[in-house]
């Protein structure tokens, strides 16, 4: 390369390191061979994606015309990185010389985690598989897990790879008005996505007011479903929805190492970090507990094993595994109040099945939480009265 030449990349490279976008300059193969700062710094890096087979990176090519297309581009651990991916063509003269890609990459809602954890498992690495060919489709989809698996943010990660820029709007199932504010949301929607945290709360009458409503928006249906529901999946067929299951955590155990890491990090994120990761000791005891709250209980146990350790790494010591499940008296007294409140709403609507939807919709909770939480208050002995 001669002096003249390396002058002129120099500048072109310059160029690319002032932008205020990520950007990569590509080679006539589509592989980038220039990835500026801001590029490097995104999860997964332009560096690490594979753009060669985007429809609008090739329309650049042949035409040699800009391009661009809301693009989704899995990383490694199943990163995933979503935006909008502008191509435009690079000339030296008339002779094309390759492709400038700017990338500009979606924002995160606010709250969204649990979905952008690196994971190992066979379980979750085929979710992604699946994640990936539902962003092609636009048929309704029921995210099934426990509490605590993230369903929520993996539905808002599916909304995010179909490529638009139109909203995503979960439904606030509290009040006696959220089923009509969830078809207002269906039947006026201009595109994007209508998340409903808990679709086992549906009666079959609604279920049926939505079917019509479903088929016929331009906004597509997703919804949250616990992990055991199959009475509900069968009530809900007529909306022809697919599944994605979310594995618990103790089905999975090698993704927890990981998943503390990740949210260690988050902790730190905004200043100092005194703390600098996790003893051996406690990466065992997190591996082998089994975490009944998934990652949100995983989440809360870091942040509680960050302010308890004084510096260094955090030991076993640390986490707080047993009390998490030996009720202390904290914890005995929110069990009392949520037994009051359980007690109440069914008193007001009844201990029949319709009872106890209007008792958990009052709540702001799923019926299977309310169920959940009738079993751990001593709620036993309380039966469906259909």
Same mark, same amino acid.
């Given at each position: 390369?001669?002096?003249?030449?390396?002058? !002129?990349?120099?500048?072109?490279?310059?160029?690319?390191?002032?932008?205020?976008?990520?950007?990569?300059?590509?080679?006539?193969?589509?592989?980038?061979?220039?990835?500026?700062?801001?590029?490097?710094?995104?999860?997964?890096?332009?560096?690490?994606?594979?753009?060669?087979?985007?429809?609008?990176?090739?329309?650049?090519?042949?035409?040699? #015309?800009?391009?661009?297309?809301?693009?989704?581009?899995?990383?490694?651990?199943?990163?995933?990185?979503? /935006?909008?991916?502008? %191509?435009?063509?690079?000339?030296?003269?008339?002779?094309?010389?390759?492709?400038?890609?700017? %990338?500009?990459?979606?924002? #995160?809602? !606010?709250?969204?985690?649990?979905?952008?954890?690196?994971? #190992?498992?066979?379980?979750?690495?085929?979710?992604?598989?699946?994640?990936?060919?539902?962003?092609?489709?636009?048929?309704?989809? *029921?995210?099934?897990?426990?509490?605590?698996?993230?369903? !929520?943010? *993996?539905? *808002?990660?599916?909304? +995010?790879?179909?490529?638009?820029?139109?909203?995503?709007?979960?439904?606030?199932?509290?009040?006696?008005?959220?089923?009509?504010?969830?078809? =207002?949301?269906?039947?006026?929607?201009?595109?994007?996505?209508?998340?409903?945290?808990?679709?086992?709360?549906?009666?079959?009458?609604?279920?049926?007011?939505?079917?019509?409503?479903?088929?016929?928006?331009?906004?597509?249906?997703?919804?949250?479903?616990?992990? $055991?529901?199959?009475?509900?999946?069968?009530?809900?067929?007529?909306?022809?929805?697919?599944?994605?299951?979310? =594995?618990?955590?103790?089905?999975?155990?090698?993704?927890?190492?990981?998943?503390?890491?990740?949210?260690?990090?988050?902790? *730190?994120?905004?200043?100092?970090?005194?703390?600098? /990761?996790?003893?051996?000791?406690?990466?065992?005891?997190?591996?082998?507990?089994?975490?009944?709250? $998934?990652?949100?209980?995983?989440?809360?146990?870091?942040?509680?094993?960050?302010?308890?350790?004084?510096? /260094? #790494?955090?030991? =076993?010591?640390?986490?707080?595994?047993?009390?998490?499940?030996?009720?202390?008296?904290?914890?005995?007294?929110?069990?009392? %109040?949520?037994?009051?409140?359980?007690? =109440?709403? +069914?008193?007001?609507? /009844?201990?029949? +099945?319709?009872?106890?939807?209007?008792?958990?919709?009052?709540?702001?909770?799923?019926?299977?939480?309310?169920?959940?939480?009738?079993?751990?208050?001593?709620?036993?002995?309380?039966?469906? $009265?259909?």
């Amino acid at each position: 390369m001669s002096d003249y030449q390396q002058m !002129e990349q120099d500048l072109l490279f310059g160029v690319l390191d002032a932008l205020p976008y990520p950007a990569a300059l590509m080679n006539r193969q589509g592989d980038a061979v220039y990835v500026n700062s801001r590029g490097e710094a995104l999860t997964p890096s332009l560096y690490d994606v594979d753009l060669t087979d985007e429809p609008a990176l090739l329309t650049c090519l042949k035409t040699q #015309k800009e391009s661009a297309a809301r693009v989704s581009l899995p990383g490694e651990n199943g990163a995933m990185l979503t /935006g909008l991916a502008e %191509f435009y063509p690079v000339k030296a003269g008339r002779e094309s010389v390759g492709i400038l890609c700017l %990338f500009k990459p979606d924002a #995160k809602k !606010e709250g969204s985690r649990y979905d952008e954890i690196p994971t #190992k498992s066979p379980v979750m690495q085929e979710t992604e598989r699946r994640m990936s060919r539902l962003a092609r489709l636009s048929c309704p989809v *029921f995210f099934l897990g426990e509490e605590g698996v993230g369903k !929520e943010d *993996f539905a *808002f990660n599916l909304h +995010l790879r179909q490529g638009h820029d139109k909203p995503f709007s979960a439904v606030e199932q509290t009040g006696d008005d959220w089923f009509a504010s969830l078809c =207002a949301a269906l039947g006026e929607g201009r595109g994007g996505t209508v998340y409903l945290p808990d679709a086992e709360a549906l009666t079959p009458t609604q279920i049926e007011t939505l079917y019509p409503l479903v088929f016929k928006s331009a906004v597509r249906f997703m919804a949250g479903l616990p992990q $055991n529901c199959a009475d509900a999946l069968l009530g809900l067929e007529i909306l022809a929805g697919s599944c994605v299951e979310l =594995a618990p955590l103790r089905a999975r155990p090698e993704d927890v190492p990981p998943a503390a890491d990740y949210f260690l990090q988050r902790v *730190f994120s905004m200043g100092e970090q005194p703390v600098t /990761g996790f003893e051996e000791e406690a990466r065992r005891a997190m591996t082998t507990y089994g975490w009944p709250g $998934n990652l949100r209980q995983l989440e809360e146990a870091v942040i509680e094993a960050a302010i308890t350790c004084p510096g /260094g #790494k955090i030991k =076993a010591a640390h986490l707080p595994l047993s009390a998490a499940s030996t009720p202390g008296p904290l914890r005995r007294l929110r069990r009392g %109040f949520i037994k009051e409140r359980i007690e =109440a709403a +069914l008193a007001v609507h /009844g201990n029949t +099945l319709e009872g106890k939807r209007k008792a958990a919709r009052e709540l702001g909770i799923g019926l299977s939480t309310l169920y959940r939480l009738m079993g751990e208050e001593g709620g036993e002995q309380m039966t469906d $009265n259909r």
